[in-house]
């Protein structure tokens, strides 16, 4: 295989270059890749490339490219060209080249073996630094040279005695010209071109950034602003923000901590663009959001941001939307983007917080076109303004919403979530004449639990299914609603006394009269009686032990656990009435499945996360319109 397929010595010209002045789709051939596991984030791949005069092992693909490598659309021995990449430096020590975006040329495949005698380039800086000097005197003679030779008038030099810049080591023509731009090199490879902002400054695309890169400007717009956040720990306390930036290849969220709070947070404005550099870059915890990224930027007081005066086309806001019905396959907690028409909405409450702060609650029901509703909580201003919405069956995107499993599945708007009314984009307009003329009289699905009517929705299974179909024994808990009736209870464990810390429910040790809580560290001259209730359920085909925690089992009793603890101590005979009398009572739940090991030894566990006792007409009515749809099938 001959070397002119390889931009051949371009290696070195990538090394000695700034940053900013790289080399122009190179031609490279991969000789190794390996496979660097990860704990957080995605794996990463780092490869050796060669040009066929040298080979480089400092070099990493982008996690965008994955995909390709689990194809083995990139493989050793293949031919690709680096379309967009970086060269940066790593720890001060050395240098690190970053493939973002390569074509394959010639797959593996076609290629017999490694092309040409390539001799590894060291990847210390101080080597690299001496190497640029060496070339630099080398291009600075040679020109000098040329120079002499054209005033007198002598014939040119041959192309295999142009250096870098010109030809490789076979004499061949360098496909990529002769640099014009300049540098502190001369005879290098034409540069990348890249986005130039006011002042001459390179933008570097958000989708290119990763935390191997130690110089980098983009242009971006705020699509989100927090507010500032405090904490308090055993590390101490500080306070934080978060920002959503956005520019025409992706997003990323940036926070910024103590001092960088007082510093941009009265700076950066919702909708306005900046230009923002010398921050750091670190993986994303994609519990914390939705964004498309699998890195997050950190601000800190080094950082650098500019408003940017200049007419740019920037895109306002993006979505990633999930369709409601989907919401049953993500797991508690993630961070999702969502768009439907509010179906009703209820009043805004008061609620007092674990802190005892009073907040504003409001719940809305929401539908889309997969024919499925789910309950989202609105908080604090947005749930307080939405009153002059109540009766418009508005259209809402939220961008950042929280999947909670409360009740079924239901979502959460949050301090960090964009949430927009009747938005002006496409999906918004086609919703809104879905709904008008079918969503609002067809029948939908709902996730969420009507709580107020005492029902429990979501998949439903009966307890011989849970066990056929091997629920609860995968890597994460399964979710199902059923009903049953609670046949047997065990009474002799079912309270322990805790913490009476409102913010605190760890079990106390009792110290003669004195209460020893080891979380808080505190003696305390009393306790609290917590529940932890094991109860057998049965329904037409199998029975389960399940674990009711505190509100649950307080529901199946009838009362609270300080009463129930009472009973146990002072009043034996009213205490085994109390269970006598829960017996038997059918309820709807909504249970969590999952497998328990303990001592090398595993078993499955059941842990009721709501419940309510039955409607019978509104259960009754419901199988009713179950019926119809079955009819008209």
Not at 308 to 326: G, K, M, R, Y
Not at 577 to 591: I, P
Request: charged share 25%; with cysteine.
């Amino acid at each position: 295989m001959s070397m002119s397929m390889l931009s051949s010595g371009i290696i070195k010209d990538i090394l000695v270059a700034d940053s900013d002045n790289l080399p122009s789709n190179p031609v490279v051939q991969v000789l190794g890749l390996k496979k660097l596991q990860s704990s957080k984030g995605p794996d990463r791949f780092r490869v050796v490339l060669s040009d066929g005069v040298n080979y480089y092992t400092s070099a990493m693909l982008g996690t965008q490219l994955n995909d390709m490598v689990e194809a083995d659309t990139i493989e050793a021995k293949c031919i690709a060209r680096l379309e967009q990449y970086t060269c940066n430096v790593a720890q001060n020590t050395r240098k690190v080249i970053v493939v973002l975006s390569m074509k394959i040329i010639k797959p593996a495949t076609e290629i017999p073996g490694k092309i040409g005698q390539p001799v590894q380039l060291s990847d210390q800086i101080t080597v690299i630094e001496e190497m640029a000097k060496e070339m630099k005197m080398q291009n600075g003679t040679k020109d000098q040279h040329q120079s002499s030779n054209q005033q007198n008038q002598v014939q040119p030099m041959k192309s295999a005695d142009r250096g870098f810049g010109n030809g490789n080591a076979n004499g061949q023509p360098n496909p990529y010209g002769a640099n014009k731009g300049g540098g502190f090199y001369g005879g290098g490879p034409k540069m990348q071109n890249k986005p130039v902002g006011a002042g001459g400054m390179i933008i570097h695309p958000i989708s290119s950034l990763t935390p191997y890169q130690n110089r980098w400007t983009v242009r971006a717009r705020v699509t989100n602003k927090s507010s500032i956040r405090t904490w308090s720990n055993s590390k101490g306390e500080g306070k934080l923000f978060n920002v959503d930036l956005l520019d025409e290849t992706g997003e990323i969220k940036a926070t910024g901590f103590n001092d960088a709070v007082d510093k941009f947070h009265p700076l950066l404005e919702v909708g306005k663009v900046y230009f923002i550099s010398r921050g750091s870059l670190r993986t994303a915890n994609k519990q914390y959001t939705s964004l498309k990224n699998d890195y997050e930027m950190y601000l800190n007081n080094d950082s650098v941001i500019e408003q940017c005066t200049e007419d740019v086309d920037l895109p306002q806001v993006q979505f990633n939307f999930v369709a409601i019905s989907e919401l049953e396959k993500i797991n508690k907690d993630a961070i999702v983007d969502i768009i439907g028409v509010v179906k009703s909405a209820q009043d805004v409450v008061q609620i007092t917080t674990r802190n005892g702060k009073q907040v504003s609650k409001r719940d809305i029901n929401v539908v889309d076109r997969s024919e499925a509703c789910v309950n989202a909580t609105l908080w604090g201003d947005q749930a307080e303004t939405f009153d002059e919405h109540m009766n418009q069956s508005p259209v809402v995107a939220v961008k950042g919403a929280k999947v909670s499993d409360f009740g079924g599945r239901s979502l959460s708007v949050m301090n960090s979530s964009v949430f927009h009314i009747n938005p002006d984009i496409p999906e918004a307009h086609e919703l809104r004449g879905w709904y008008d003329k079918v969503g609002k009289d067809a029948g939908v699905k709902s996730l969420s639990g009507q709580r107020t009517e005492g029902g429990i929705s979501g998949q439903f299974k009966t307890l011989a299914q849970m066990k056929e179909e091997n629920l609860g024994m995968g890597d994460k808990p399964d979710y199902f609603s059923t009903r049953a009736s609670a046949i047997f209870f065990r009474k002799e464990n079912c309270l322990y006394k805790a913490c009476p810390s409102a913010e605190c429910n760890k079990k106390v040790i009792d110290e003669g009269g004195e209460y020893r809580c080891e979380k808080c560290n505190r003696l305390y001259p009393e306790f609290k009686y917590r529940m932890i209730l094991s109860t057998n359920i049965c329904d037409s085909t199998s029975s389960q032990w399940i674990t009711c925690f505190q509100e649950s089992g307080e529901q199946i009793l009838g009362t609270t656990a300080d009463e129930v603890g009472r009973m146990r101590d002072n009043d034996e005979r009213a205490f085994e009435d109390l269970f006598a009398e829960a017996s038997f009572r059918m309820y709807n739940l909504r249970l969590r499945a999952k497998v328990d090991t303990y001592n090398d030894e595993s078993r499955l566990k059941v842990i009721c996360t709501n419940l309510s006792p039955v409607d019978f007409c509104a259960d009754s009515q419901k199988l009713l319109e179950d019926i119809k749809k079955l009819e008209n099938m």
